[in-house]
């Protein structure tokens, strides 16, 4: 799904415009979540929306196909089907093997090769959902990915669990791999799945809705709040006896700071034994998946640092310091020249 955002007002949409607008989101995601996984420009663009009843779905000229089933989860519910080329589904395989070899009309889908497809288009769907539930303010997901193959004896109805004559959604879009080769596939969301969608989106609206009215409501009760008798200027406030502002008391030593770096102290107190995973990371690299399957006994892997640069040491995956390596005993060490992010293991700082 080319192309970014709209900036329409959501508040002024139809729940259909919402819909197509949806579809852009979750097409971009799984385009660029493609892309990363295979390091390659893949581009989704150029959605037709239909419904239409499952026997009515044309993708004869998609076979011989792959059916990638998965089902909306968290508050929402209903099947998904993609349907795409074999030939299409060998492509990426290939493209994440690292193997510029094309495709091939032969190629056999065995286990090993399904469980890798399933893997890279599990890493797709999640993408694309989670910029779904971004958009529609919800948790939703995708469940993993089955994978089938149109070997005759499944088709479409099959594979997304309706009857032949149910109505459905679907969507067809182009698909670009950048200078590999362009082709098409079709998505399809059943009826139970596409009332989930139509649910959140006027759940959306209702919200946005609600929030266009609140600064409206939150203006007029301030102008009621401090109208006057008369002329609608601000009442006087009374001050009760022995009135002291919190700041002035608390510039004055009047012991509120304190008090509350005392309370931090002491919540602090109360984890200071909980057990951090400390990790030293010397360098790191990317390599494709069939480099890692060709390691072997004395093979080096270079690394992406200089030899005197100084190693990171990370608590709980967040970088704190930096350091030198040492040999103590029989022991590595790391000796710790810089301190990089003490303060966000406890928050904001508060207690300097």
């Known amino acids: 799904m080319a192309g970014k955002q709209s900036g329409r007002d959501g508040r002024n949409m139809t729940e259909g415009q919402m819909l197509e607008e949806l579809i852009g989101i979750h097409a971009r995601a799984a385009g660029e979540a493609i892309s990363s996984l295979l390091n390659r420009e893949i581009v989704i663009s150029n959605p037709e929306v239909r419904d239409m009843a499952v026997r009515d779905v044309e993708y004869g000229i998609l076979e011989p196909a792959i059916f990638i089933k998965s089902c909306l989860t968290s508050n929402m519910a209903g099947n998904t089907v993609m349907i795409m080329r074999q030939r299409d589904m060998q492509a990426f395989l290939n493209e994440l093997m690292g193997s510029d070899e094309l495709p091939d009309p032969d190629y056999v889908f065995d286990e090993v090769a399904m469980s890798a497809a399933g893997q890279l288009m599990n890493q797709m769907v999640h993408a694309s959902a989670s910029a779904m539930a971004g958009y ?136 200071m034994d909980v057990p951090l995973s400390v990790s030293v990371e010397i360098g790191k690299t990317k390599r494709r998946l069939k480099d890692v399957l060709n390691f072997n006994n004395g093979m080096v892997v270079e690394l992406d640092k200089q030899a005197d640069a100084p190693v990171d040491i990370i608590v709980n995956g967040q970088l704190i310091a930096r350091g030198e390596v040492v040999v103590i005993d029989d022991n590595f060490g790391v000796r710790i020249s810089e301190i990089v992010n003490t303060r966000s293991i406890i928050g904001n700082g508060e207690l300097s």
Do not use: W
């Open 136 to 271: 529609l303010g919800n948790t939703m997901d995708f469940a993993d990915c089955q994978l089938l193959l149109s070997d005759g004896t499944k088709d479409l109805a099959y594979a997304i669990g309706e009857e032949r004559d149910a109505k459905i959604l679907a969507i067809h879009y182009r698909l670009e791999i950048k200078d590999i080769m362009e082709s098409e596939f079709i998505e399809c969301f059943s009826e139970t799945a596409l009332d989930s969608l139509f649910q959140e989106l006027e759940a959306k609206k209702k919200r946005m809705m609600s929030e266009s009215r609140e600064p409206e409501r939150t203006q007029t009760a301030a102008k009621q709040r401090t109208a006057g008798p008369e002329y609608g200027t601000a009442a006087p406030v009374k001050k009760p006896a022995g009135y002291q502002d919190d700041l002035v008391g608390a510039s004055r030593g009047g012991g509120s700071l304190e008090s509350g770096k005392k309370t931090i102290h002491k919540n602090l107190g109360l984890i």
